[in-house]
């Protein structure tokens, strides 16, 4: 088959790297794929075995998911959203999908909803139109009005075959977190968790015995930067790792560098190798995105979890709560958040009962494509 996954991603690289793992599962099953990802470049990212294309890039004012700003931090206009519609429509057309999924949307993004809309209806001009999915993680941002879930529900009634669920129903049905109509619950299609393969250990063993400490591949997470700073110089004999993303790294890295001047810290930026680090860290300092969930649940490694909750965002602090029930999580509010609380969720982690690798659970990216093909085999 061939097969087209959208994705936009705004802040950090969560969406984008989920979205690269369901197009690796379907190139591991010797299908052709074309992501197109609409965010900033993130070349930390493995696209093997896939195409990618590449829109103009937009990224969110830090929260305010409304105002969108360019690669340049202007905000983009009429024009530059033009572009990315016509580049969209044009990569459909020319690669004609079989299978059309469009990450989160209609979900979310919608201020993005007309590009969406422009390729799914180019999609139903192509001959044979593709299988249509959405694909959505566990928790959702819940709709802000009764309206808004309407409207998913007219725009999944009328365009979609189907939504992918990343998650078990067992642990975080969707509505949890949005409202599932009778209508919606006749769409979906629960996958399981979407994660790579459990990470080996690094093999120079970077890592080992260390704090890592991540906040995502945005330019978000400078607080929790600075609480560890603090925290470390109240643990000297302990080695600290600060990951820093985002476009203005750099300049990030030098600011932090002032304060850290004296403490056991290192000081880089974010590095494709950070999933093998974990099996063998001290702990792990971070925020509580989908996949730091998978990754922490698949290494085993003793977590503090700080959920993003700025902008009145609930989708990590519903996902840290019911981390916490596990051996080896400490959840702490950004509210709390300063070194002395830091230092003493790490000390309790790492000295309480250890916490065991998990190892089933995680084929949703698998099971997505047995989905998938299902769905096209019935349609020929």
Known sequence: MKVMIVVTHLLGTGHLSRALTLARAFADQNH??????????????????????????????????????DQDGTVADAAYFEARATGLVQAVRSFGPQVLITELYPFGRRSLAAEFQAAIKA?????????TLSSIRDILAPPSKPAKAIRTDEVIAEYYDGVLVHADPRI??????????????????????????????????????????????????????QAAIEAARKMPNRRWRLLVGGQDAKAR????????EGATVVLEPVRPDFRQMLPLVAASVSMCGYNTAMDLLQCGAPAVLIPFDDGKEVEQGLRARALSQLDGVEV???????????????????????????SEGFDGARRSVEIATDLYEARR
């Open 123 to 131: 999609a139903r001009g192509i001959s044979r139109p593709p299988v």
């Open 172 to 225: 975080t049905p969707l509505d949890v977190s949005w409202p599932v109509s009778s209508q919606l619950a006749a769409r979906l299609h629960y996958t399981g968790f979407v994660a790579p393969s459990a990470p080996p250990s690094h093999p120079e063993g970077t890592g080992r015995d260390e704090i890592i400490v991540s906040a995502g591949g945005g330019s978000v997470g400078q607080p929790i930067f």
């Open 32 to 69: 052709e794929v074309l992501v197109v990802s609409g965010g900033m470049p993130a070349p930390q990212l493995d696209t093997t075995g896939m195409s990618l294309l590449g829109l103009p890039p937009l990224r969110s004012d830090g929260t305010d998911f409304t105002r969108l700003l």
């Open 253 to 260: 890295i030098a600011e932090l560098s002032q304060l850290a």
């Open 332 to 358: 702490l509010n950004s509210s709390e958040l300063s070194g002395p609380s830091l230092a003493n969720a790490l000390d309790r982690v790492m000295s309480g009962v250890a916490r065991p690798p998990m």
